[in-house]
């Protein structure tokens, strides 16, 4: 008892780096900072430079874009989106730093990049991105971080913001007294991505971006963009220009190509590489707004679950020349103007309803010896192109565990069905992605969103449980180990995990609430691993007041997170314990 009374006692001021870094000393040094420091860059290979606050190098490069970049928003956070943590000291207290003559601030910022950044360095392959740092902070003010790719400087001045808060003195001031600070750092897993779906409701572009900006200060790096789905096709396809034209839920709901390309160079400057996917051929009915020869079974009613998982059934039909035609026509259109900012696309491929089958006249059964092998030649086709373009496909694990299907070998299986999943798919020998439902489904246990049908006893559904309630807490996302099941032997074929947004209940209005902070836990859990470093599970007592600080933080960079507790709670850390 008194072992967990000292701990909480000890981490009840502000301290809070996340996700937790591999290895992190600290002390208990004040150090101010202010807008006049400058930082320089040595860059490898990048000729090197000096960026004040506000003064953009405006060089070409991809590395030296995504250096001045992080520059620029490491000044704009610290400086313009920064808060005061007084709900981590008790209440009353006078907990600030008291600025005199004799204060330190930082004097210097050096950035060190030790190799030249690789070509592929926005649109990096699995592995092949090194985005390990260090950071040091001297109690005289000297700062020097380090990386070996422009990633790793990014990630480092991410943390080096989160050693720095506000103060309330009306006169400003941004400080740390954790000083001096050593940090070294690198990612567990090397894909920690968000998937974001834009079909069931539409997101503007600036949602997009503030996932993005929240995911970075989270250091995750891929997003994963669910663009298309059966109710509404918001993606512009140049060639088949009816696609979005009606498909679309309004005319102002829809992605330009020029909106695409914005999304992923946004991106691509965080270090998040935009993975989209378009689902097929399950999860396609939007598609019949515009082309209803491709798709069978749309819409039928009232029995339309017999034939998907959601209104409006409908599924591109199996055996049909004229789909093989409408795909090669729109992955010829997206896909090369994808490839300069991603090596991955994602063809789909979950919860594809066999029944819907029989009432398509390319097909007419159900019989999974006649569908097995026309869904086999069907994802051929389809992977043919996307690999011949040297994207790296994507699939949902239906394809490989229900469907048996064989994959080219370098295919990444998304799984969300369970941890057996996981297992299942690394011990075929392909790479998997975790994101089990029942741990990472972050629109689970909202209620049922489906009216009942006059004459239904709506009465059998009470209380109106969704099909993965309940709501998936941080605690519940935090206890989740992607690793969880693999024998050791093939957790490299993990190669992380996804967060995910279904939206059937989530749009511009609750997206913030819904994603964050909860997400952080998915994150920290992919960037740190599951368990420490003497191997146990990660602490919820030491991660509940991280947690909430991140949450602070997050707000104050200007994403709506909810919080996770009450101030009473956090202020003198010790008595919100059961
Ligand atoms: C590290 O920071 C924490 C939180 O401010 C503080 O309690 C602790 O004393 C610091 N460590 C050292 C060695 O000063
Ligand atoms: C980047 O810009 C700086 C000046 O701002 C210049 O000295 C350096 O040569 C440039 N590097 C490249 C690769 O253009
Ligand atoms: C903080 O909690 C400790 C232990 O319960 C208590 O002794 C102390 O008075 C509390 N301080 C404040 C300011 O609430
Ligand atoms: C508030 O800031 C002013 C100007 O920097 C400084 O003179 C004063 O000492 C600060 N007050 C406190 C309590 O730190
Ligand atoms: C970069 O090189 C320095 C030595 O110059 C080393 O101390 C540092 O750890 C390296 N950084 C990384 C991220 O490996
Ligand atoms: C296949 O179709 C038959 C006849 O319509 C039906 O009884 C059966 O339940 C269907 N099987 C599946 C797996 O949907
Ligand atoms: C698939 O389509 C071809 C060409 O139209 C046809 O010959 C074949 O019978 C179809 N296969 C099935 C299982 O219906
Ligand atoms: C895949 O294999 C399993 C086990 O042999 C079998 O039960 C299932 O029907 C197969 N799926 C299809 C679509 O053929
Ligand atoms: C650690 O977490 C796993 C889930 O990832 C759980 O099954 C296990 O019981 C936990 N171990 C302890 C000691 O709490
Ligand atoms: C791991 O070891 C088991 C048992 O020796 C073996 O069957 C399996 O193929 C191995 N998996 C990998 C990915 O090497």
């Known amino acids: 008892m008194l072992t967990v009374f000292g701990l909480v006692l000890c981490i009840s001021s502000a301290s809070a780096l996340w996700p937790i870094p591999s290895v992190y000393t600290n002390g208990s040094g004040v150090v101010w900072i202010d ?80 190799a030249t950044d690789p070509s592929d360095i926005v649109k990096p392959n699995t592995g092949g991105l090194d985005e390990s740092y260090t950071l040091a902070m001297t109690a005289d003010g000297h700062v020097t971080i380090t990386g070996i790719s422009s990633i790793g400087l990014l990630h480092g001045l991410t943390t080096f913001t989160q050693l720095f808060y506000r103060s309330s ?107 989209m996917e378009i689902d097929n051929p399950g999860h396609t009915s939007s598609i019949a707004f515009a082309y209803p020869d491709l798709i069978a079974a749309f819409n039928v009613q009232p029995n339309w679950d017999s034939y998907a998982a959601e209104p409006p059934s409908g599924t591109l039909k199996l055996n049909s020349s004229a789909v093989y035609s409408f795909l090669n026509t ?56 996307v690999t011949s373009l040297g994207l790296t496909p994507l699939v949902w694990e239906e394809m490989l565990l229900d469907w048996n299907l064989t994959l080219p070998a370098e295919t990444i299986v998304q799984t969300w069905i369970g941890d057996a999943s996981v297992a299942a798919v690394v011990a075929q020998g392909y790479r998997a992605l975790a994101g089990n439902y029942n741990f990472w489904y972050l629109d689970c246990g909202q209620g049922q969103w489906l009216d009942f049908f006059p004459g ?15 709501r998936k807490n941080w605690r519940l996302m935090y206890s989740y180990d992607p690793l969880s099941g693999v024998p050791a032997n093939a957790t490299h074929l993990v190669l992380g995990g996804e967060a995910h947004i279904w939206s059937e209940q989530t749009d511009t209005i609750n997206l913030d609430t819904m994603v964050w902070p909860r997400t952080c836990a998915a994150a920290e859990v992919l960037w740190s691993g599951a368990k420490d470093a003497s191997g146990q599970n990660r602490s919820q007592i030491t991660a509940s007041p991280r947690l909430s600080e991140m949450r602070e933080r997050l707000v104050a960079r200007g994403i709506r997170a909810e919080p996770i507790q009450m101030p009473y709670c956090t202020q003198n850390g010790t008595q919100c314990a059961l």
């Open 35 to 114: 807008k006049d420091v400058k930082v320089s860059y040595n860059g490898a290979g990048q000729g090197g430079y000096t960026c004040g606050y506000g003064s953009k190098a405006n060089n070409e490069t991809w590395t030296s874009a995504i250096v001045t970049n992080a520059i620029e928003r490491t000044y704009d956070t610290l400086f313009n989106k920064n808060f005061v943590p007084w709900k981590f000291h008790p209440r009353m207290s006078s907990f600030e730093p008291t600025l005199t003559s004799a204060s330190v601030y930082v004097k210097s910022i050096t950035l060190q990049q030790n």
């Open 169 to 275: 003195n009306s006169s400003g001031g941004v400080y740390s007294t954790l000083a001096p600070v050593y940090i070294s750092d690198a990612p567990k897993f090397q894909w920690r991505g968000l998937n974001i779906d834009t079909s069931r409701t539409y997101k503007p572009l600036s949602d997009l971006y503030a996932m993005i900006d929240a995911m970075s200060y989270n250091k995750m790096n891929r997003l994963h963009w669910h663009i298309t789905d059966a109710q509404a096709w918001p993606l512009e396809i140049p060639s088949l220009p009816d696609l979005a034209n009606k498909g679309a839920y309004a005319t102002w709901q829809k992605y330009s190509p020029a909106d695409v390309a914005a999304v992923q160079h946004y991106g691509a400057l965080l270090g998040i590489e935009v993975v």
């Open 330 to 385: 729109l992955f010829a259109d997206l896909l090369p103007r994808l490839s300069p900012l991603t090596s991955y696309f994602h063809l789909g491929g979950d919860e594809v309803n066999m029944n819907a089958y029989t009432l398509d006249d390319t097909v007419g059964t159900n019989a999974s010896s006649v569908l097995q092998p026309l869904m086999q030649r069907y994802m051929d086709r389809n992977m043919a192109q």
């Open 456 to 470: 239904t006893s709506s009465e059998q559904f009470w209380p109106y449980a969704d099909y993965c309630s309940p």
